[in-house]
Nanobody, 113 residues
Framework: VQLQASGGGLVQPGGSLRLSCVASGSIFSSSALAWYRQAPGNQRELVAMVGIAGTATYADSVKGRFTLSRDNAKSTVHLEMNSLKPEDTAVYYC????????RGQGTLVTVSS
């Protein structure tokens, strides 16, 4: 299984970005999916997770601003990020959880004026 993340970039505070992660292989629809992030000097933290049934949960810091969705037909998970803040600056990683855990290469999000 390989994961390819995209969509990161530089955005001003209050702006929006949409991250995407495309997975190869056949386990996507039967797996839980997640986005983590790691800011410089910080530990990696869970941003959002979605189960097989499609119900998403979010870190308190992003609730109401981020939306996680999955498209099983395209083996893709999206993270819609709105009202971005400087503290959202981090490298964002997508994960697939099945019998093994798989991680994408990360995409950098920088929120700065």
């Amino acid at each position: 299984v390989q994961l390819q993340a995209s969509g990161g970039g530089l955005v001003q505070p209050g702006g929006s970005l949409r991250l995407s992660c495309v997975a190869s292989g056949s386990i996507f629809s039967s797996s839980a999916l997640a986005w983590y992030r790691q800011a410089p000097g910080n530990q990696r933290e869970l941003v959002a997770m979605v189960g097989i049934a499609g119900t998403a949960t979010y870190a308190d810091s992003v609730k109401g601003r981020f939306t996680l969705s999955r498209d099983n037909a395209k083996s893709t998970v999206h993270l819609e990020m709105n009202s971005l803040k400087p503290e959202d600056t981090a490298v964002y990683y997508c994960y697939i959880f099945s019998s093994h855990t798989y991680r994408g290469q990360g995409t950098l999000v920088t929120v700065s004026s």
